[in-house]
Every structure is written in structure tokens, then in C-alpha cells.
């Protein structure tokens, strides 16, 4: 299959002076709708990560969206939607909980899980009888779902087991010639996937943490409880709520260890920010990377900008400012498939905060590195 990519100029997407609707946009997504509706493949943009998208009403599409991804079937998918209104028939019913985190954070980085009703087939909830669904803020995915008529169901556009992409050659290079189209819209927002919240009991529980934090959820409505899944690995005999958090995921090739202070800046104080990463981190950091590289190996080295210049050896990259965790989200992913391109064979990160934004982060990279971590105990501080 030839896997065609269209570049879509965001610039020129702003409604002209007394015109009604993104005319321009709606052309130029045309072709991708129709693929979407003839039950073909369409990669897009997404505000969190790039999304893969099929018809989410259509059983056969649904199923090549697995077929291209490798993707285990019993890990269901997202539908995407692009107004609230269609949501209604999709699920049994919209829990009063959810009525309320609809109205505060859709559209936006937050799917929640419903009651499925009848129209949706299992092949797009992995069997459940629930269903995942999100109004993505993003007008290329909006426009998108909106012209193709039907629920979007999207997982990310990656291979199985890699991380997800944050750019259109991200997903060239894992889709390439296994979908119909690609829609590049550029560099996502927010570089993490959507927060995932099971809305089906009395209290709301998080299934995965993202750019909707614990916080913000908590704020708008009270308790919410963590799913177990999030803290640690799970066993192999249990069916998980959130398929994906059986499954190692965002995984780089190479071996990746996390390095984290006990009682220190990775655990955080809540609403506090990050703190600094301590000499003791940076210190084993050096050490570990140092005995891989005087093998021969090739080794990778997960900093941020106010650290970089404490590795002298290894290949250092970092992952934007630890003053703010945004910049930390968005190009998490994008480093770990650079160490991939590399070749890297070890790769030892710094850890981060696990309150706010910092809960997803810590939540990718753990699952990355397989719950690898190194604990060190120095409580002295960098600035
Ligand atoms: P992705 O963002 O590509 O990992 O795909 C969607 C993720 O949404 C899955 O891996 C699941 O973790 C989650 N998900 C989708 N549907 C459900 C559901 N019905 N119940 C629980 N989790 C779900
Ligand atoms: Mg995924």
C-alpha cells in the first residue's frame, strides 16, 4: 500500500473575515474523510499525540487499525468525537460525574469510559463492554471527525510497543505503506497521551494519568481514586481496566533504567513544582553510564536543560526545562525514538516529580523502563 502524506498549513486554517466554518481546512481533508468512511486508515494530529484512526462504527476497520499497529486485540481503542452531542449514541448512558468533566475539559486531553451501547462493536473496545471516548481539541482532528460523519476510533499511531508519535515522521516511520494516509499537522502540544478516566462507578478512578491531572479531576469533582495499574507492573492473569497498562509500553530498544532520589526531587512536593535534581542522581547517573560506555556500549544519558552540562560522557540529551514540565511532556517521546535512530543500548534518565504533569511523565517512563529504578539516597540538592 502506498501511504500518501498531506501537509496541512495550519497558517492558512483561520476562518476568513465573514466566512462560516474552516472551508479551507474542510477541502484539504476532503480525501481523508473518505478514506475514513470507505473503512481505510488515516493517520492525524491530535493536541496529545498522532492518532490512527478508522471508522469506530465499522467492525472491519476497527480491525485493521490492530493489523497495522500489531496491536493485541484485546487492548481496545479510543473513539474520538467532534461535538458533545454524539456522544449520546454511543453509550448507555452520561453519568452525572461525567456530565460535569465534560463541560470542563472537553474538548481536550481527556477521554472517559461509558457504558457502550449496541452500535459500537467490540472489535473497537478490545471486547469490553464499555467504550473509551474523547472530543479532541485539535480543529485538524475535529474538522476531521466531523467531516467523516462517524466516531473516530484512534489509538496511537505507532507500532505496538514503541512510543507514541509527536510527529507526521514518527508515524512515516512506523506506518509507512501500512495505511492509506497521513495527515501532518506538525509538532503536537502536548506530547503525552490523553488522561483516561473510568466514569461507569460511583467515584470516577484514573486509569491513566495525562495532561488533565489528578488535580485538576479532584477539583472539579471531588474524589477520584488511582487505579492500582498506574503505581506498579501488573500480573499477567489480571484483565486490566486500561488494557494498555498490561502491555510494556512506550518502550525504546534499549535497556532504560530511571535513577530517582528516595524522599528527594522525585517525589515531589504536591503543587510545589520540581524541585532540583540532586547530586546524588546526577552522581550515579555518571557512574552507571561510565561502566556501560568503558564496555563499549552505546549509552544515552535522560537530562533536562538545567542539567546537561553535568554528563561529560554518554550521548546526553535532555528533555526540556524541569521548571516546566510542559516542555518535558512534549518531547519525552520524541528522545526516547532519537535514542532508538542512535542505537542506543543503555539509557539512564533523571526522574521527575510525580504530582501534576509530572504523574504522566513519571508514568510513561517507568512503563519505558519496564519499573526499572535505581533509588539513591543523597538528600543534598543542585540548583
Ligand atoms: P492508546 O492511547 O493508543 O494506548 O489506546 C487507547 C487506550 O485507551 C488503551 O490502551 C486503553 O488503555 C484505554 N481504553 C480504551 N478503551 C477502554 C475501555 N473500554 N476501558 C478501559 N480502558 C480503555
Ligand atoms: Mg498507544
Not at 128 to 133: I, K, N
Not at 259 to 287: F, L, Y
Amino acid at each position: 500500500m502506498k501511504t500518501e502524506v498531506i501537509v496541512i498549513d495550519r497558517k492558512a486554517l483561520r476562518p476568513q473575515d465573514g466566512e462560516a466554518g474552516y472551508p479551507e481546512l474542510d477541502r484539504q481533508l476532503a480525501g481523508a474523510a473518505r478514506i475514513l468512511r470507505d473503512g481505510g486508515l488515516v493517520a492525524f494530529p491530535t493536541e496529545t499525540v498522532y492518532g490512527l484512526g478508522a471508522d469506530g462504527l465499522n467492525a472491519g476497520a476497527a480491525e485493521k487499525i490492530y493489523a497495522a499497529k500489531g496491536r493485541p486485540s484485546d487492548n481496545p481503542l479510543i473513539l474520538h468525537i467532534s461535538s458533545r452531542e454524539e456522544i449520546f449514541p454511543l453509550v448507555e448512558e452520561v453519568p452525572e460525574t461525567a456530565g460535569i468533566l465534560m463541560e470542563k475539559f472537553w474538548p481536550g486531553p481527556l477521554t472517559m469510559i461509558f457504558r457502550k451501547s449496541g452500535i459500537v462493536p467490540y472489535q473497537a473496545t478490545g471486547g469490553l463492554d464499555t467504550v473509551a471516548v474523547r472530543m479532541p481539541d485539535d480543529i485538524v482532528a475535529n474538522r476531521l471527525i466531523a467531516l467523516a460523519g462517524v466516531p473516530v476510533a484512534a489509538p496511537s499511531a505507532n507500532l505496538s510497543g514503541r512510543p507514541s508519535p509527536t510527529t507526521a515522521a514518527h508515524v512515516l516511520q512506523d506506518m509507512d505503506g501500512r495505511i492509506e494516509m497521513i495527515l501532518d499537522g506538525g509538532p503536537v502540544g502536548i506530547g503525552v497521551e490523553s488522561t483516561i478516566v473510568d466514569v461507569t462507578g460511583r467515584i470516577p478512578v484514573l486509569l491513566r494519568p495525562g495532561a488533565i491531572t489528578l488535580e485538576m479531576l479532584s477539583e472539579a469533582v471531588g474524589q477520584v481514586d488511582i487505579d492500582p495499574a498506574i503505581l506498579g507492573p501488573l500480573t499477567a492473569d489480571v484483565r486490566p481496566k486500561a488494557p494498555g497498562m498490561k502491555y510494556r509500553h512506550y518502550a525504546p530498544k534499549a535497556e532504560l533504567v530511571l535513577v530517582e532520589e528516595r524522599g528527594g526531587a522525585a517525589s515531589g512536593r504536591a503543587g510545589s513544582g520540581q524541585a532540583p535534581v540532586g547530586n546524588a542522581v546526577i552522581s550515579r547517573i555518571r557512574e552507571l553510564a561510565g561502566e556501560k560506555i568503558k564496555e563499549g556500549h552505546v549509552v544515552g544519558i535522560i537530562c533536562t536543560d538545567e542539567t546537561r552540562d553535568c554528563y561529560p560522557e554518554g550521548i546526553v540529551r535532555s528533555v526540556g526545562r524541569r521548571g516546566d514540565e510542559e516542555t518535558i511532556a512534549r518531547s519525552l517521546f520524541a528522545v526516547l525514538r532519537q535514542f532508538d535512530d542512535i542505537g542506543a543500548e543503555y539509557i539512564y534518565s533523571e526522574s521527575f516529580a510525580r504530582d501534576n504533569l509530572g504523574r504522566a511523565i513519571m508514568n510513561r517512563l517507568t512503563k519505558a523502563a519496564g519499573y526499572h529504578i535505581i533509588y539513591c539516597g543523597d538528600q543534598e540538592r543542585r540548583p
